[in-house]
């Protein structure tokens, strides 16, 4: 083993890509986050799990810097995103890809245009090097020869395609999903956690999905992290997850539904003082 020397500038594999230190994010007077805590390690796909509302669309916004934390630090390749400028953040931005929740295409430009459109806003590229660039994109994701398609007249798991085609389209090395494979039947939903393997195996990059997929989830991830209510309730590997016998961790991977749990509980707590009887 190398000797690991602090560097921000390191290509070390084990070295975290993002690190994040006691997260807290609020809209307005609602604190969402409230101090959370974790890393993601270089060329790894961390998946974030959690129930609706539970804030990871939030925690994924703020990791891109769209949100601004009211406490704590956002380390992204050794530079602290909370604590720099606008004009700083737009240079990691570009290092950064993102395919977000409902994140739809311009349905007034072609699918090539859709794609080309990072490229035009932040490179000084040549319009005929864009086109190489986007047609490789197009293909990288099984959608070669699809460029001059509206996204209208793309299905739904084309349309998310071509959304990851757009995130692909300045290189980036770190990918962030929201949902990838929501709405999609699983046959086109399989076909995207390919893509997402594909893209960390083959060119290591460093990925964070937030999915309700729990099949995906498992499939895609080195890490995991649970989140719920704003506070992170358990994290590790997803052998880790699996194995956990913490009742919050089994109650979302064995899908007991929240509500009724809790409910049924104070319910028959009340009536016979004692835990309703979950065993089969
Ligand atoms: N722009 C906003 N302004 C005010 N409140 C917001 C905003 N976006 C989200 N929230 C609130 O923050 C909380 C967390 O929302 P978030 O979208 O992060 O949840 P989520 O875990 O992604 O849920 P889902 O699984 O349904 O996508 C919710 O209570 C939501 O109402
Ligand atoms: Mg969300």
């Known amino acids: 083993m190398e000797t690991k ?20 994010v609020r809209y307005g007077e ?26 990871k669309s939030t925690l994924l916004r703020t990791l891109v810097g769209l949100e601004r934390p ?22 990691i ?25 990072p490229l035009r806003e932040h490179t000084k590229l040549e319009d005929s090097t864009i086109q190489i660039v986007m047609r490789l994109k197009l293909e ?25 085609a757009r995130a ?23 076909g995207i956690d390919n893509l997402i393997l594909k893209l960390q195996k083959a060119f290591r990059m460093s990925i964070v999905v937030v999915t309700h997929e729990l099949a995906s989830a498992f499939l895609i991830a080195d890490r995991m992290l649970l989140i719920d209510k704003g506070n992170i309730v358990a994290q590790g590997t997803k052998e880790e997850m699996q194995n956990s016998k913490l009742p919050r961790v ?14 049924e509980m104070d319910y028959l707590q009340m009536l016979t003082g ?3 009887d979950r065993s089969l």
């Open 168 to 190: 692909l389209s300045m290189d980036p090395e770190i990918l962030f999903f929201d949902e990838p494979s929501a709405g999609l039947d699983p046959i086109i939903a399989a």
């Open 250 to 263: 089994r109650q979302f991977l064995d899908r007991i539904a929240e509500p009724e749990v809790e409910g």
């Open 5 to 24: 020397i602090p560097d921000a500038n390191a290509e070390d594999s084990n070295e975290a890509v993002i690190s994040v230190r006691d997260l807290r």
């Open 274 to 276: 004692e835990a309703p």
């Open 140 to 164: 990288q994701v099984g959608l070669a020869g699809f460029e001059n398609y509206n996204p209208s007249q793309l299905s739904g798991g084309m349309k998310k395609r071509a959304a990851v």
């Open 93 to 117: 931005r570009k290092k950064m890809g993102l395919s977000f929740q409902g994140g739809a295409l311009f349905g007034s430009m072609t699918v090539g245009e859709n794609v080309a459109l």
């Open 70 to 91: 009211s406490a704590g630090e956002i380390w992204i390749k050794g530079q602290n995103i909370s604590r720099i400028t606008e004009g700083e953040l737009d240079v």
């Open 30 to 55: 609602r604190e969402i986050l409230h101090g959370v805590t974790f890393e993601v390690p270089r060329g790894q796909t961390l998946v974030i799990l959690g129930g609706s509302g539970s804030g």
